[in-house]
Nanobody, 120 residues
Framework: QVQLVESGGGLVQPGGSLRLSCAAS????????MGWYRQAPGNQRELVAT???????NFVDSVKGRFTISRDNAKNTVYLQMNSLKPEDTAAYYC??????????????WGQGTQVTVSS
């Protein structure tokens, strides 16, 4: 069984920073793309950032210049550093990984979500 466990959410004032972490565990052979998505109440889940196994990154326009994504392949962990946070960043943040699970094959997995609230 594969699990993605997120941590690092919380309440922060506008302009503040948070760092999210997501660790994948289980019978994993390889991980391709890892990423972060978010969903605010009443909205659809949207892509925030992704990173390939080689380190190529992609960001939604609204977070460019404020968020960075990184990963530690040895630890099967992805991070999202969020700076200059705005109230509109408030959402539940979900980790996603496209990975090879023995003996099932390539599949997408999701974490349980961690809440980020930006408010004064």
């Amino acid at each position: 069984q594969v699990q993605l466990v997120e941590s690092g959410g919380g309440l922060v004032q506008p302009g503040g920073s948070l760092r999210l972490s997501c660790a994948a565990s289980g019978n994993i052979g390889s991980i391709n793309v890892m990423g972060w998505y978010r969903q605010a109440p009443g909205n659809q889940r949207e892509l925030v950032a992704t990173i390939t196994s080689g380190g190529s990154t992609n960001f939604v326009d609204s977070v460019k210049g404020r968020f960075t994504i990184s990963r530690d392949n040895a630890k099967n962990t992805v991070y999202l550093q969020m700076n200059s946070l705005k109230p509109e960043d408030t959402a539940a943040y979900y980790c996603n990984a496209n990975l090879y699970q023995f003996p099932v094959g390539w599949r997408d997995y999701w974490g349980q979500g961690t809440q980020v609230t930006v408010s004064s």
